[in-house]
């Protein structure tokens, strides 16, 4: 997936910009606060619906204006152009998928994907669950056609579970239906996130070899968010209704789903170090786009946000170089071209931002 040609507006302190990027890396270089990231931010919108930063209606809308604004066109595998607008005001959104109006923001993100490794990417492994659960479904929505469908039937039904529990509701003809139709589509859910976390556990252990051999092969678990091996969901659900109708929610069920990574050589209870935890993540992310990638046929767009202050000099070029062997679109930013090393052969188009502007550099 390459980007041919993108227009942002009023996204943070970028009030316009245009980029014609290169098919292979573009770097992003700029002061602190010139507005590097916020680009970074526009396209991680598109395929995710919001910012890695937060949601658009926290603060990603450039202040005094109504809404932000991106275009984006690329050229698909069969050589078709796409494109993609969104308009967002926070609340209200616009979009238009190859010039036609878009009812769903996740129909929107699905049509482009891209993936991010940015500062704050090290909670994908040290962090809550929520993160974990949104990457696996991240991952979902964009391999998995008849996912999105389930995930509502079952977010749905879990959100009405819980209202009748909030409401100290017993065992009523209503709390049933909704803990059949949570379980059914729960169950559904859960399947399709163990299927996915077993796709990818080979491209994390290949990632982890390339990247961080040093802790021996990687391993990654799912966790359903209940007791799988033992109990349906449906029984789960009716076996711990008392507990939740006493603590007002759902206690147990697919909301707590998880995956974890381990390390042959990392004994119980030792830590990684901050910077291993980076690369643990990044062995993620790399692993989900090589996996989209082999069910796609192409790489996700790849967004590394500030490379240089997150990696060692040694990892930036291992990673540089391994995403120019693959072929991704890259965009990197940094307050420096000179802390990156390009491979030799690859293609580097240069844009430096300054007070929200951006120039080819
Ligand atoms: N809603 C907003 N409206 C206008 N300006 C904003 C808004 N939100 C943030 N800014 C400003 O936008 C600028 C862009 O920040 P951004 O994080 O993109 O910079 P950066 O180049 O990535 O910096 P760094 O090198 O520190 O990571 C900052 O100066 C910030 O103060
Ligand atoms: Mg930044």
């Given at each position: 997936m390459h980007l041919t040609y993108f227009t942002l507006a009023n996204i943070r302190s970028v009030a316009q910009a245009t980029i014609e990027p290169s098919a292979q890396f573009n770097l992003i270089t700029g002061d602190n606060g010139a507005g590097k990231t916020s680009i970074l931010e526009a396209l991680h919108l598109l395929s995710n619906g919001k910012s890695f930063r937060g949601?658009?209606?926290?603060?990603?809308?450039?202040?005094?204006?109504?809404h932000l604004e991106i275009y984006a066109r690329w050229a698909s595998r069969s050589g078709l152009n796409r494109q993609l607008g969104l308009r967002h005001a926070g609340s209200e959104w616009e979009g238009r998928i190859d010039g036609q109006n878009c009812a769903l923001l996740s129909d929107l993100c699905t049509a482009l994907a891209a993936v991010t490794f940015e500062p704050g990417s090290h909670a994908l492994i040290d962090g809550r669950s929520d993160q974990r659960r949104r990457m696996m479904d991240w991952g979902l929505f964009h391999v998995e056609p008849a996912f999105i469908q389930l995930w509502r039937r079952w977010s749905r039904a879990h959100k009405q579970r819980n209202a009748l529990l909030k409401q100290r509701t017993h065992a009523t003809a209503q709390m049933e239906a909704w803990e059949a139709e949570l379980a059914q589509s729960g169950e559904a859910v859960t399947r399709l996130r163990a299927d996915y976390i077993d796709a990818l556990a080979p491209y994390v252990s290949q990632w982890a070899d390339r990247l961080?051999?040093?802790?021996g092969e990687a391993v990654l678990r799912f966790a359903p968010g209940w007791k799988r091996q033992s109990v349906s969901l449906e029984d789960a659900l009716l076996v711990q209704r008392a507990r939740d109708l006493a603590a007002g929610f759902?206690?147990?069920?697919?909301?707590?789903a998880d995956w974890v990574v381990e390390f042959a050589q990392r004994s119980q209870g030792e830590r990684l170090s901050r910077g291993q935890t980076k690369l643990a993540a990044l062995i993620v992310i790399l692993a989900q786009a090589e996996y989209y990638a082999h069910q796609n046929g192409e790489w996700p767009v790849v967004l590394l946000d500030d490379l240089a202050s997150e990696l060692d000099i040694a990892h930036r070029a291992a990673v540089l170089s391994a995403l120019a062997e693959v072929g991704a679109q890259v965009f990197v930013t940094g307050?420096?071209?000179?802390?990156l090393s390009f491979p030799a052969a690859a293609q580097v188009r240069v844009f430096h931002v300054e007070h929200g502007v951006i120039e080819r550099g």
């Open positions: 949601r658009v209606g926290e603060g990603l809308i450039q202040v005094g204006r109504p961080l051999p040093e802790l759902t206690t147990a069920g697919p909301h707590r307050t420096t071209a000179e802390d």
